[in-house]
């Protein structure tokens, strides 16, 4: 039976930690979790921080977390929690920042070793975790989801437990303007496979519909402004919630064959996240038609383009300059035939088809999306 389970409270508007500031305070010292860059620029660290030492918050701060940091490191940031007797954590930065941040709370109060974080069974509490995404993609601010990088083999491996649901987020666009153009243009493609993914997936459900497709028609409204680069502030504003807003759906539905698929490509190729599964998106949506030609109609209607334009906007915003050959892709057919999101694709899935789908997506340049 379908449910509705999300406990995150969301804070949105200019100023929103400014103006409501008491869901920042959950004790007496808490752990700032940020990247190298954007907690800074954006100026979401200063207002947190203000927040903080108006209210007598003591407060460490990491500053190192980036989209390769891997488990080993995480582990370690929550052994430092644990010594400095951290009460909650605040993430501020994009979708590794805000993993990141949702792990450490679960290592700094279970006794695991990093591997079994996987295992999703613990035997106390995470602490809380605010998050304040400065990017309009992950869906982590979200989700009861945790994407980490895993050591040996050098690979993305997710766990999900409904303790991992953030206590709050706070979206303010102000906070994504300093966004870098590619960064943008990654992380919105993310969010659009997030929403898509979720709509072509057999656990969607009526509400997960009604958000997934919201979701990928504001992202729509912003097709012209991701091709030119040029964002407005309500460009900005649609990209932010459409984020949040495809993260809540696949809370329900769970990920699907594009994620799967593209974190073997990031992986193996170090191609940033959201144009790893850009690249697969339009072979995913005529893969499903082919037994599900209406739902995969909605979502192209949904965007605004029938899905030969929609492949060439992809493409733009999104490319792929790395070579790819069908060693490659042999072996991430291997890899990714095992992944347990396969389940939720609507189709059967061989692994001819995924040879198929990778094979379109980067080597077959001449395939036409004029008929499905």
């Given amino acids: 039976?379908?449910?509705?389970?999300?406990?995150?409270?969301?804070?949105?508007?200019?100023?929103?930690?400014?103006?409501?500031?008491?869901?920042?305070?959950?004790?007496?010292?808490?752990?700032?979790?940020?990247?190298?860059?954007?907690?800074?620029?954006?100026?979401?660290?200063?207002?947190?921080?203000?927040?903080?030492?108006?209210?007598?918050?003591?407060?460490?701060?990491?500053?190192?977390?980036?989209?390769?940091?891997?488990?080993?490191?995480?582990?370690?940031?929550?052994?430092?929690?644990?010594?400095?007797?951290?009460?909650?954590?605040?993430?501020?930065?994009?979708?590794?920042?805000?993993?990141?941040?949702?792990?450490?709370?679960?290592?700094?109060?279970?006794?695991?070793?990093?591997?079994?974080?996987?295992?999703?069974?613990?035997?106390?509490?995470?602490?809380?975790?605010?998050?304040?995404?400065?990017?309009?993609?992950?869906?982590?601010?979200?989700?009861?989801?945790?994407?980490?990088?895993?050591?040996?083999?050098?690979?993305?491996?997710?766990?999900?437990?409904?303790?991992?649901?953030?206590?709050?987020?706070?979206?303010?666009?102000?906070?994504?303007?300093?966004?870098?153009?590619?960064v943008t243009r990654n992380t919105a493609v993310d969010a659009l496979c997030h929403a898509i993914e979720s709509y072509l997936n057999v656990q969607a459900s009526a509400f997960s519909d009604t958000v997934s497709l919201e979701a990928i028609r504001l992202i729509g409204k912003s097709a012209v402004s991701l091709l030119s680069g040029e964002f407005s502030e309500e460009d900005r504003e649609n990209l932010l919630v459409a984020a949040s807003s495809g993260g809540m759906a696949v809370a329900h539905t769970g990920l699907n064959l594009v994620h799967l698929m593209g974190h073997k490509v990031t992986c193996s190729k170090d191609i940033p996240h959201g144009r790893a599964n850009g690249a697969l998106l339009v072979e995913f949506i005529a893969f499903v038609a082919r037994t599900n030609i209406m739902r995969a109609v909605k979502v192209i209607d949904a965007f605004g383009y029938e899905l030969s334009g929609f492949k060439k906007l992809i493409d733009r915003v999104a490319p792929i300059d790395v070579e790819i050959t069908e060693e490659d892709i042999d072996e991430w057919v291997e890899l990714a035939i095992t992944d347990k999101e396969l389940e939720n694709c609507p189709c059967t899935v061989t692994k001819d088809d995924l040879r198929t789908i990778y094979y379109n997506a980067f080597i077959n340049k001449e395939r036409n999306y004029k008929e499905w």
Avoid: W
């Fill in 1 to 182: 039976m379908p449910k509705y389970y999300m406990p995150t409270v969301l804070l949105s508007g200019n100023n929103c930690i400014k103006r409501h500031p008491r869901h920042l305070l959950h004790g007496k010292k808490c752990m700032i979790i940020t990247g190298a860059k954007s907690a800074v620029l954006s100026g979401a660290l200063d207002d947190v921080k203000a927040v903080l030492n108006d209210n007598n918050i003591e407060y460490e701060l990491y500053s190192g977390v980036n989209g390769n940091t891997n488990i080993s490191e995480i582990y370690n940031i929550a052994q430092t929690a644990k010594e400095h007797n951290i009460d909650y954590l605040i993430g501020i930065g994009g979708g590794s920042v805000l993993d990141a941040a949702k792990a450490v709370s679960v290592y700094a109060t279970n006794d695991i070793e990093p591997m079994q974080i996987f295992d999703e069974k613990y035997n106390n509490t995470p602490l809380k975790v605010v998050c304040v995404p400065t990017t309009a993609g992950t869906g982590s601010d979200t989700t009861q989801y945790v994407m980490l990088t895993i050591d040996e083999p050098h690979n993305k491996h997710s766990f999900s437990s409904e303790m991992c649901f953030p206590y709050a987020t706070y979206l303010d666009t102000r906070y994504t303007m300093t966004m870098p153009v590619d």
